[in-house]
């Protein structure tokens, strides 16, 4: 409800860029630029948990880019759902699938991307799923450039976690571990698709992203790589070439 209504007002009421704090438009050219126009890359936390896929990243966690992921995700800005898909589409697309194009992926379904759950507690204290709406948008995103491509959230939450804001990286790893699995249908959205991807709006140590690589493959799936759309600075200058 709380987001719903903080969408309307952002409609009726000119605000301040969410990235910046300029202009009169919920994201200003520069942000969206700082957001959307670079070009996605391949990126590494150090160290590597175990089972994490190849990650793809549209920009660093840093300056606008952070305010514009908290703005959507904590204070419901709804609005910028279509640029932080947009973003993460770029992401997808960066990973380089074989088969993609509007002929889809040699005879089989669309392109599945699934979103790292959220805690139920956490998703009703803000009032909607971010990763989820996120993953929609980028899904739709897809699709407008002749990728078939479809949201699945498939994966669950199976036990409370705790916050990780605290928590290093080997803290996170155990504190996720074993924490997430598939609905009971998975099976037969694994058959109907194509390659999974998993996404989510933000990595740091990569913890949350190979745990849902392992519950998706213990469900029968198997993950292709993951897209973000931001990951920590750190990240992008573990996978400098």
Request: some cysteine.
């Amino acid at each position: 409800m709380r987001g719903w209504w903080q969408e309307i007002a952002g409609l009726v009421l000119p605000s301040p860029c969410t990235g910046c704090g300029l202009g009169r438009s919920v994201l200003c050219e520069e942000c969206r630029a700082r957001l959307c126009g670079r070009r996605p890359r391949q990126v590494r936390p150090d160290p590597v948990p175990p089972g994490l896929p190849p990650v793809f990243a549209a920009a660093p966690y840093a300056a606008g880019v952070r305010s514009v992921l908290l703005a959507h995700k904590e204070r419901g800005a709804l609005g910028l759902a279509e640029p932080l898909g947009a973003a993460l589409a770029g992401a997808v697309q960066a990973a380089g699938i074989p088969g993609g194009g509007r002929d889809g992926w040699a005879g089989r379904g669309p392109l599945l991307l699934v979103p790292v759950p959220s805690a139920r507690r956490a998703v009703a204290g803000r009032g909607h799923d971010a990763c989820r709406r996120v993953a929609l948008a980028a899904a739709r995103a897809l699709r407008g450039a002749g990728v078939p491509a479809r949201m699945a959230a498939v994966l669950r939450l199976r036990r409370a976690v705790a916050d990780q804001a605290e928590l290093d990286a080997r803290e996170r790893w155990a504190n996720v571990a074993g924490a997430m699995g598939a609905v009971r249908d998975a099976g037969r959205v694994w058959r109907d698709g194509g390659p999974v991807v998993l996404v989510d709006d933000l990595m740091t140590t990569g913890a949350s992203l190979a745990e849902a690589a392992r519950a998706v493959g213990v469900s029968g799936g198997r993950t292709v790589a993951a897209a973000v759309v931001a990951a920590a600075p750190r990240a992008f200058e573990n996978n400098r070439n």
